[in-house]
């Protein structure tokens, strides 16, 4: 039994905010943090709040915009979160809709029908809420059967969830997968540190995982390997959950947004991503000239380039490994996705890709491809 990758989605916000408009908005907010705490930064009781520069942060990461659900109220220095309405419980969920949006655009590409699809997996780094599972609600929004789950693997979510359902098909509990990734980041952004305000966007992307025997659609991926792994780190981490409010005292702290020791994680986590991908590659005995496309997680340009220089022996030249983050950032498990969604032209039947996600747990999973 062959896997296959058979059609993709993506969704992409209607909202679209610059590293220009934010710095903007960071700025403002610094300086009037700076002046009511004037006296108490004087006698070295706060530190002052220094500002950013758009130079800044293309450099430091390669971001130059992205994509949010609610603009507004991000740049308001009153607020600096986004602000939705609250949907009644017999609405569509707003993580739904826009899972709905991009699972209906990999169901095209693949050819598939609701009637096709008998699972669905919701993987992703947040949920909006714990039950009932995103994923169950999707399925009655499409007029799917079957069943679905949620999974949270953070980053590595989308790459997860494609190998759980690879699974599903191998034991024969599933015929034809949807894997989702709702990615709603922008409520988990801390706007008032200049280190992090500017990484994350929204965006949900979808993929259809089937036998290759089944498979129609005019792009097909098989997949030839496949490993995830996982190592605790507490290098990047979200303290935020419904036990918050237990600890009413901190509930509010700023551990509760999403928060990282970036050299450590760049230190730790590219030589384990690195050796993954170049591990599953001797396993199907392929060598670096024999990849064609690098699809690697979209958090950092400087990450990117590191990895697939690695990789490849050399520096990528041109679309070798495609870069979205400078347009969408960091939007966790989707990034992959989008490279690969937006970045498969060009390549002829037998050609390889990897597949790569990597981010806090640490988590970590690759997947060799070939082009169908």
């Not at 230190?267 to 050796?275: D, G, Q």
């Not at 060009?346 to 999973?365: M, P």
Request: with cysteine; hydrophobic share 40%.
């Amino acid at each position: 039994m062959s896997i296959v990758i058979s059609g993709t989605g993506l969704f992409t916000p209607p909202e679209k905010i610059s590293n220009d408009e934010l710095v903007i908005s960071f700025n403002s907010y610094g300086d009037k943090f700076n002046s009511e705490n004037e006296q108490a930064i004087i006698h070295g009781e706060v530190t002052a709040l220094s500002h950013s520069t758009s130079a800044f942060i293309e450099k430091a990461s390669g971001i130059k915009s992205r994509f949010v659900m609610s603009k507004a109220d991000i740049l308001n220095v009153d607020l600096m979160k986004p602000t939705f309405v609250e949907r009644p419980n017999d609405a569509l969920s707003m993580q739904a809709e826009i899972g709905v949006a991009a699972a209906e655009q990999a169901m095209a590409a693949a050819n598939k029908t609701a009637a096709d699809i008998d699972l669905i997996i919701v993987a992703c780094a947040y949920t909006q809420r714990s039950y009932p599972a995103m994923a169950i609600e999707i399925q009655q929004a499409l007029g799917c059967g079957g069943w679905g789950f949620d999974m949270l693997v953070a980053c590595s979510a989308a790459t997860f969830g494609i190998i759980n359902a690879a699974n599903a098909i191998r034991s024969g509990t599933a015929k034809t997968v949807l894997v989702i990734n709702p990615e709603i980041l922008s409520p988990q952004i801390n706007y008032r540190d200049r280190d992090s305000h500017f990484i994350f966007g929204d965006v949900a992307t979808a993929s259809i995982i089937e036998d290759e025997s089944t498979a129609t659609g005019d792009d097909v991926f098989k997949i030839i390997a496949e490993q995830p792994i996982t190592q605790f780190s507490n290098n990047i981490r979200s303290n935020f959950g419904y036990m918050n409010q237990c600890s009413q005292e901190t509930a509010n702290d700023v551990d509760k947004y999403f928060i990282q020791q970036g050299r450590k994680v760049f230190k730790e986590v590219l030589p384990m991503v690195s050796n993954l991908i170049t591990s599953q590659m001797n396993k199907v005995n392929l060598v670096p000239e024999d990849i064609k496309r690098l699809y690697l997680h979209q958090a950092n340009i400087n990450m990117n380039n590191f990895i697939a220089k690695k990789v490849l022996g050399r520096s990528p030249i041109a679309g070798e490994a495609p870069i979205i983050l400078d347009e969408y950032a960091n939007t966790s498990s989707a990034g992959c996705i989008i490279a690969l969604h937006k970045h498969h032209d060009g390549l002829n039947s037998g050609d390889k890709a990897v597949l790569c996600s990597f981010g806090a747990g640490y988590s970590a999973c690759c997947l060799i491809l070939e082009y169908v």
